[in-house]
């Protein structure tokens, strides 16, 4: 039996090493097609190169393990049914469970591998990734600006239509939204026919020299029934420079870090304690709106009111009529003006609170993604060995095509699935684990029909009511 194990470990160590090369090399490449117009012909050298790429690979393992060890199930198990290799251990007296003993164990460790790999590999490479990205900024900072998207850069966010010249220094339709410092919720957005960056190795400052543009600036208004008719103010300009301080965000070193705190960046025990503090801080704000709303509510009683109520005399069912016309003109002035006030506060924490439980749903998303690849290690085996025994056909025809179709299935359920879970549609953890929910009844259905020797689909199920009906619709004559 040991030879067996051996043989059948040997066989599929072969083929998950060589479909995991080559899907990696795919997803290389992909990774390289994505990010070609941001390293082609901006003079790096190939070490800046090497690194970019380096701390982008760990991200894709979680994607090429569970569909190498579907593929190498598939194709291991139907090459072995297909040359009558298991009919003859069949007739041996070896089930298919037994004969999967031995790769179920190295499933194991390859999960236990994947969920450290998952938990300190891929975290310290995003890490570095992010950064590497923003630090390589200073040395070329057309990299820090990708066309048709908004670029966080220092205090600004800048949109470009189209990058041209030798460095991608020439910028055409550029919009930049500036930050506001004290948070009062006024925006600066700069909207200009194109522009030029200008930097040097040896300064931190990078100027935006932009041409033919405007000025948008919103006002907030004093009065909060003024803020509802959103004033701003406009200019033009024929030329206007911006410069922009890179000294916090980026350094010449671009071995320099300074991003972190980020869903992707943190392991286990890191996101345990951020969602505590996030979770933490959420319910703060929402005691400190609460009891800031009752402070705020409310009008200040007129004297007559007052009189009528230390009196103790009944209260008219209209309260305004004991007062004059001006004095109801006040008091609803007062109303409206609360009313007004209440409702953008409320509007307004509404939607940091929505902002805040986003965050923590993103968070809360990559705590369970460092168990979901264990799971998926072990759902994709048992779906991949019983599939292959049953099809009974190897090589890279038919395993590719049920390969990939359950993959993106697996895949896509598992994005929609945390799609909705950060908008608040689901739960983090059904979000997380509804593709292995949905699969896993494959899993079980495909183990069973392999065990007992039943086909892909029982044909005679499907056709004993079709054949029951042609019967009573055509008796057979005597």
Request: charged letters at 20%; glycine letters at 4%.
């Amino acid at each position: 039996m040991k030879i067996l194990d051996k043989y059948l470990l040997k066989t599929f160590l072969t083929t998950f090493t060589t479909v995991f090369v080559i899907l990696f090399f795919i997803f290389i490449l992909q990774t390289v097609w994505l990010f070609i117009s941001e390293l082609a012909g901006k003079d790096l050298d190939l070490l800046m190169i090497v690194k970019f790429l380096a701390f982008s690979m760990p991200r894709i393992v979680p994607l090429v393990l569970p569909l190498s060890i579907l593929l190498a199930s598939i194709m291991t198990f139907g090459n072995l049914a297909e040359n009558y290799e298991f009919a003859a251990m069949k007739s041996s007296g070896i089930s298919l469970q037994r004969a999967m003993r031995s790769l179920t164990i190295f499933i194991i460790l390859l999960s236990i591998v994947a969920f450290f790999f998952s938990n300190n590999v891929i975290p310290y490479a995003e890490y570095k990734f992010i950064n590497f990205r923003k630090n390589i900024a200073q040395v070329k900072p057309a990299l820090a600006i990708a066309e048709g998207q908004f670029n966080d850069v220092g205090f600004y966010n800048i949109k470009v239509n189209k990058k041209s010249g030798e460095q991608g220094n020439i910028l055409t339709g550029v919009t930049i939204h500036k930050k506001t410092k004290i948070g009062d919720g006024s925006k600066t957005v700069i909207k200009a026919k194109d522009g030029e960056l200008i930097s040097s190795e040896e300064s931190s400052i990078l100027q935006l020299v932009l041409n033919d543009g405007y000025y948008y600036e919103d006002i907030v208004p004093k009065k909060y029934e003024d803020r509802s008719k959103m004033p701003f103010a406009k200019s033009s300009f024929k030329k206007q420079i911006i410069n922009i301080d890179l000294s916090e965000l980026n350094k010449t070193d671009v071995t320099d870090e300074s991003v972190a705190n980020t869903n992707t960046m943190l392991n286990v025990s890191e996101l345990k304690y951020t969602l505590d503090s996030l979770n933490k801080n959420m319910k703060n704000d929402i005691i400190s709106f609460s009891e800031n709303s009752n402070m705020r509510m409310g009008i200040p009683l007129n004297k007559k009111l007052e009189k009528a109520t230390k009196k103790r005399k009944p209260l008219p069912k209209d309260i305004l009529s004991l007062y004059t016309l001006k004095e109801k003109s006040d008091i609803l002035k007062i109303a409206i003006s609360n009313l007004t006030s209440t409702t953008y506060s409320i509007d307004t924490t509404k939607a940091e609170l929505d902002n805040k439980q986003k965050n923590i749903n993103k968070h809360l998303l990559a705590f369970y993604d460092k168990f979901v690849i264990v799971f998926a290690c072990f759902l994709m085996f048992f779906i991949g060995a019983p599939l292959g025994a049953i099809i009974r056909k190897g090589g890279l025809g038919l395993p590719i095509v049920f390969a990939v179709l359950i993959f993106i299935t697996f895949h896509f359920i598992n994005t929609f699935g945390k799609r909705i879970a950060q908008e608040n549609g689901m739960t983090p953890f059904m979000g997380s684990w509804l593709s292995s929910f949905i699969l896993t009844p494959l899993a079980i259905l495909l183990t069973y029909r392999a065990t007992n020797d039943i086909g892909l689909i029982n044909m005679d199920v499907i056709l004993a009511p079709f054949q029951k009906v042609i019967k009573k619709l055509f008796p057979s004559q005597n």
